[in-house]
């Protein structure tokens, strides 16, 4: 059984490029990704700083080939099981926290914040909230706006 993770809290915040210069191994582009991300990002909202936005941006965004996203690399690494013992250090964090309990509580306070942002036809919408990207979604949706 994979625990939770934790003690990530305590570790110290590092810019965007810091911590993707860390993943360029596994994903050689995720460098112009970012770059890009952060070109979107110059005014973020919520008081986020530019790399905590860019940051979410870039785990949602469409990558080609798809299966090299941020997303299916986190995805494909918290699906091996592994001792704790052998994750890398380094503040490398590659589990996702089994939130079974919370699911419910998390999609109904992202359709809530989706329904008060964005105000046309969000019927359907938990596909945009299960990290698929917007654009993505939208490709199923046509008559979906996303926007204010």
């Given at each position: 059984?994979?625990?939770?993770?934790?003690g990530?809290?305590?570790?110290?915040?590092?810019?965007l490029?810091?911590?993707?210069a860390?993943?360029?191994?596994?994903l050689?582009?995720?460098q112009?990704?970012?770059?890009?991300a952060?070109?979107n990002?110059k005014?973020?909202?919520?008081?986020l700083t530019?790399?905590e936005?860019?940051?979410?941006?870039l785990?949602?965004?469409n990558?080609k080939?798809?299966?090299?996203?941020?997303?299916?690399?986190?995805?494909?690494?918290?699906?091996?099981?592994?001792?704790?013992?052998?994750?890398?250090g380094d503040?490398?964090?590659?589990?996702?926290?089994?939130?079974?309990?919370?699911?419910?509580?998390?999609?109904a306070?992202a359709?809530s914040?989706?329904r008060r942002?964005?105000?046309?036809?969000?019927t359907n919408?938990?596909?945009?909230?299960?990290?698929?990207?917007l654009?993505?979604?939208?490709?199923?949706?046509?008559?979906?706006?996303?926007?204010?």
């Amino acid at each position: 059984m994979l625990m939770p993770v934790s003690g990530y809290e305590d570790l110290p915040l590092v810019s965007l490029g810091h911590a993707v210069a860390q993943a360029i191994s596994l994903l050689p582009d995720i460098q112009k990704y970012a770059d890009v991300a952060k070109q979107n990002c110059k005014e973020p909202a919520g008081g986020l700083t530019i790399d905590e936005s860019a940051a979410i941006m870039l785990h949602t965004m469409n990558w080609k080939p798809i299966d090299k996203t941020l997303f299916s690399s986190i995805q494909w690494n918290s699906s091996i099981p592994c001792e704790e013992s052998e994750l890398p250090g380094d503040g490398a964090i590659q589990r996702k926290s089994p939130l079974d309990s919370t699911i419910e509580q998390t999609y109904a306070g992202a359709l809530s914040f989706l329904r008060r942002n964005y105000t046309r036809n969000l019927t359907n919408v938990d596909v945009a909230v299960t990290d698929i990207a917007l654009d993505l979604a939208t490709t199923y949706r046509p008559d979906a706006q996303f926007g204010p």
